[in-house]
């Protein structure tokens, strides 16, 4: 397992985090995902994720971005 860390922006409510967690949780592979709205943080647990997999998800959640922090 390898955990990834990226910064989120575009959220601005729970409901935002809840639409970023659902999506990225969906990726195969993943374990856990982790959103935090205050820092924009994500963490995202997993086997064989790749950052283009996180950010297409982050996207598919709505208007948001992601970067590898």
């Given amino acids: 397992m390898q955990t990834q860390t990226f910064v989120v922006t575009g959220m601005t409510c729970q409901h935002c985090v809840a639409s970023v967690t659902e999506e990225v949780g969906e990726v195969t592979g ?5 959103v935090d709205l205050t820092s ?30």
């Fill in 30 to 34: 993943v374990t856990a995902v982790d």
């Fill in 40 to 69: 924009g943080r994500l963490q995202v647990t997993g086997q064989d994720v790749t950052v283009e997999q996180v950010q297409a998800a982050v996207a598919e959640a709505g208007n948001y971005s992601a970067d590898p922090a």
